[in-house]
């Protein structure tokens, strides 16, 4: 039987993609040579949010700001969380991903997929015979390539979440969001973390600052360089990492969170015709098709910005416009993805969030900027949480007021980022912002309080 869609896959891409084939009214397999469901519910979102919450009930016990309640944080028992996180991945692997795909109708076929020829895909060496195909295998921890690397029993960000106790010391190559989120994870659960990279590299510089100083407060040492070659630290039997300028940082352990490579060995993709770049991400234009025009390809192995809600998004678009000429196909115009607005967060505490352009990607693209900083001191509900660690960046076009993006360091900042897309989404200017309802003690009101420094920077009453 011919199917309308193969999906090589199982993880937001790909249940994204045969979602929609199906409500088109298409026939849809996935194929998935190792555990179901993909990155984020196995060894990405999920896991490492629950670990994340764990570690957070712990420093705060141990450094709330009040102190007319006493409360304690002792010993860490990691083997439990470990398993209390690998239970409820157990739990959603079935019911977001099993159970799904048998409510809406298509098979999960386990089994290695690769490509013969640029119109055939086999399985553990059968055909499966398709009208078209969906490439989204999704991304691994990279392996930076240093010099000394192999010779020490390096972790990533997976295998660091297996550990059944807390390392004494940890030492973390990568300072981007994974390696912020895994080095104040574990400080939090009482390990001493030296950090090596540019702290939030994405970030806007004025939040980067105030997270540095964050890390400073939880006891993270953070090395500003890029790390050399690593070595078996000679006195602490550890592991010891040397950077460009000369510095040394050793460990019990070492983490590595220098980005992410495509899943796609052993694809053949070669064989199939499709092109990958020099990274090895599958190359697709604005459809999700690749250089074989039966050939799709969506979520991280195509490089884009590396989001289960990107994932998703690329997976259903490219499985529409993989079924149009099908039989029963759309005559719609082809889907295509808008990354307007586009939300991000890092879950570190406080949580660094960011929708839209950044005040550097602005000028950029031409754009006569106008920016406010806002200091968690002047929020309300910072005030009320004593814990005013953070701030709020606002980024405006000048010439007509419009919100091009917003950025916080905030408790709850990724809630923020929910109203922060819809502002920039719908073309909201600061007035618009300024004028519009927000909800009193909430850390979401600051965005109405930061908009109505654009009027007057002079102070105003808590709630006025």
């Not at 891409?13 to 199906?22: K, P, S, V, Y």
């Not at 010779?151 to 059944?164: H, K, P, R, Y």
């Not at 090596?196 to 004025?206: C, D, S, V, Y």
Request: hydrophobic letters at 45%.
């Amino acid at each position: 039987m011919t199917v309308d869609l193969a999906v090589i896959g199982s993880g937001g891409a790909a249940m994204a993609a045969a979602i929609a084939a199906r409500r088109a009214g298409h026939t849809a397999v996935l194929v998935e040579q190792a555990t179901l469901g993909g990155t984020c519910v196995n060894v990405g979102c999920v896991p490492s949010k629950t670990l994340l919450a764990a570690a957070g009930a712990r420093h705060s016990a141990a450094s709330h700001p009040f102190p007319g309640v006493r409360t304690g944080a002792d010993g860490v028992d990691l083997e439990a969380l470990v398993a209390q996180k690998d239970e409820l991945v157990t739990r959603l692997r079935q019911t977001k991903y099993a159970d799904v795909a048998a409510a809406h109708g298509f098979e999960i076929r386990h089994g290695t997929a690769r490509f013969t020829d640029p119109d055939t895909l086999t399985v553990d060496g059968e055909d499966l015979p398709a009208r078209s195909y969906l490439v989204a295998t999704g991304a691994a921890p990279a392996d930076p390539g240093l010099p000394g690397l192999h010779g020490v029993d390096w972790l990533t960000s997976a295998t660091a979440m297996e550990l059944t106790a807390v390392p004494e010391s940890l030492v973390v190559i990568g300072a981007g969001y994974v390696g912020m989120e895994q080095a104040q994870l574990f400080a939090h659960l009482g390990a001493r973390v030296t950090l090596i990279g540019r702290l939030a590299p994405a970030a806007e510089p004025e939040l980067a600052a105030a997270l540095r100083a964050v890390f400073a407060d939880d006891g993270i040492t953070v090395l500003d360089d890029r790390a050399t070659h690593v070595e078996t630290d000679r006195d602490g039997g550890g592991v010891g990492v040397v950077t460009a300028g000369g510095q040394r940082a050793t460990g019990e352990r070492l983490l590595v969170a220098t980005g992410r490579s495509p899943r796609t060995e052993g694809l053949n993709l070669g064989a199939a015709g499709v092109k990958t770049d020099e990274r090895g991400f599958v190359v697709v234009d604005e459809t999700q098709r690749s250089s074989n025009p039966r050939v799709y390809a969506a979520g991280d192995v195509t490089g884009a910005p590396q989001y289960v809600y990107v994932a998703a998004a690329t997976g259903r678009a490219a499985a529409l416009n993989a079924t149009r000429d099908t039989p029963g196909g759309r005559d719609e115009a082809p889907a295509t993805v808008d990354y307007t607005g586009l939300p991000t967060v890092v879950f570190t505490r406080p949580q660094l969030g960011s929708a839209g352009l950044t005040e550097a990607q602005a000028l950029d693209a031409g754009y006569r900027c106008e920016c406010r900083v806002l200091d968690l001191a002047d929020v309300p509900r910072a005030l009320a949480n004593h814990d005013t660690r953070g701030a709020l960046k606002l980024v405006t076009d000048a010439a007509t007021g419009r919100v091009l993006g917003v950025h916080a360091l905030a408790e709850g900042a990724g809630e923020i980022m929910l109203a922060a897309t819809y502002a920039i989404t719908a073309g909201m200017t600061v007035d618009d912002l300024a004028d519009t309802w927000a909800p009193y003690l909430t850390m979401a009101e600051s965005l109405r309080i930061l908009a109505g420094q654009f009027r007057d920077q002079m102070p105003t009453s808590c709630c006025a």
